[in-house]
């Protein structure tokens, strides 16, 4: 079963000539890839595509859209499928076309999408492409953990391989340390010039008689070296199947006081690999848990995708707003600028008319500057005159007051008392 979490670790691309569709996926894509990167057109996806592949951090899945500027979808992949043949691409597009589905076809595209993109559908589809690279990377893994136990097996055990007749097929590097036997030399042997003459001929021919029955046969054999030395092997032997030829496998470990302590030895070894298996262990069940809240997470993608579609819709009811504002001071500006040119020509109309009136203000003042001494003299004439008349005016009063008291005297003697 594929294992979503497998994304954390790998890195997409993802080209989209639409800015707001591109931004909103690609946040989507954020938290499912280790990395994503964008690309707005298939010219500027190759780009990347060629950059990444030179760096660390190449990509392992794309995501494009086919109908972009500059260069679509379809001619950038088949610009990458002369670099990589086999990177995992999916298509997402508004159109249905045959044609462009048999060139993607053509081009091996792992999947196509018609938009509007629903997000479930596209994780499936995510999971379907990265599928094979990640069942094949777990067979690597599980190629090299078989490799490591092998060489642990190696270092431990004695091994050897025989045919139906006894002849050495194989031997380890283990069973050549202890035989003192080359691999070359040790090819050469057949199973009785191992085995130390002591062993009675009886029971050599019924374990042989026993293994070839497809029996597993275990139990201590006394060896020689090629030096005459002693040496003993709990021994376990099995008849391997193959249906090309007949093989027989025995798998040993040493008895002897010299093997015992280096077995010892490569049994710390083994325990090690048995500990670091328990911490993969550990780690695997931790990645279980991780898996779970992926899941949880996964339930809260349609939430968030409303969220981003409402969002979205704000972002285009503002945008229509803004627009309806433009519009709106464009043709406030344009009647600003109407009133502004009538205003121009009034201020040009009052410049002219006060430039005329400077230039007759001048003028009088010049031909009243002579008319000036004139003004003055008639002004001095006239406090003069205005001097005069006052102390005129005073006599004629004091005469008025000097006749009133004559008036006055002449009654009186005109009207004596009786």
């Given amino acids: 079963m594929f294992d979503i979490e497998y994304l954390k670790s790998q890195t997409v691309l993802f080209v989209e000539d639409e800015e707001l569709a591109r931004d909103i996926l690609a946040k989507i894509l954020s938290k499912i890839f280790k990395t994503v990167i964008t690309a707005a057109n298939g010219l500027e996806g190759l780009e990347k595509f060629k950059e990444a592949k030179s760096s660390t951090n190449e990509i392992d899945l794309i995501i494009s859209d086919i109908n972009m500027p500059i260069m679509n979808g379809l001619d950038m992949l088949e610009n990458i499928r002369e670099i990589d043949a086999i990177i995992p691409v999916i298509f997402v597009t508004a159109r249905n076309e045959t044609s462009n589905i048999l060139r993607a076809i053509d081009l091996n595209v792992s999947n196509y999408i018609i938009k509007p993109v629903q997000t479930d559908i596209l994780l499936k589809k995510i999971a379907d492409a990265c599928e094979k690279k990640y069942i094949s990377k777990q067979l690597d893994d599980k190629k090299e953990e078989l490799e490591n136990y092998l060489e642990a097996v190696d270092h431990v055990a004695l091994i050897y391989r025989m045919d139906d007749n006894g002849k050495i097929t194989f031997g380890n590097s283990s069973f050549l340390e202890e035989s003192l036997y080359t691999k070359e030399e040790l090819e050469n042997l057949n199973l009785t010039d191992l085995i130390h003459p002591d062993i009675p001929r009886d029971a050599i021919d019924k374990t042989w008689e026993f293994i070839r029955k497809g029996e597993v046969w275990s139990g201590n054999t006394k060896f020689i070296t090629k030096d005459k030395e002693i040496f003993y092997l709990k021994n376990t032997i099995f008849k391997l199947k193959n249906n090309s030829k007949t093989e027989y496998i ?131 004439e006239l406090a003069l005159l205005t001097k005069t008349g006052e102390q005129k005016n005073k006599r004629i009063n004091n005469l008025s007051d000097v006749i009133r008291s004559l008036e006055s005297k002449i009654r009186d003697l005109t009207n004596p008392p009786s």
């Fill in 250 to 380: 025995t798998i040993g470990f040493s008895t002897t006081k010299e093997s015992t302590e280096k077995r010892e030895f490569q049994k710390k070894v083994v325990k090690s690999i048995q500990e670091f298996n328990k911490r993969e262990y550990s780690y695997k069940k931790l990645i279980n848990e991780l898996n779970d809240n992926l899941k949880q997470l996964e339930s809260y993608i349609p939430r968030l995708q409303q969220e981003l579609e409402e969002q979205k819709a704000k972002t285009m009811s503002k945008h229509r707003q803004l627009e309806h504002y433009e519009m709106q001071m464009h043709n406030v500006d344009e009647k600003y600028y109407g009133h502004m040119t009538v205003k121009s020509k009034e201020v040009d109309e009052y410049s002219k008319i006060i430039s005329t009136l400077k230039q007759e203000k001048t003028a009088l003042i010049e031909k009243n500057k002579d008319s000036q001494f004139e003004i003055e003299a008639t002004k001095r």
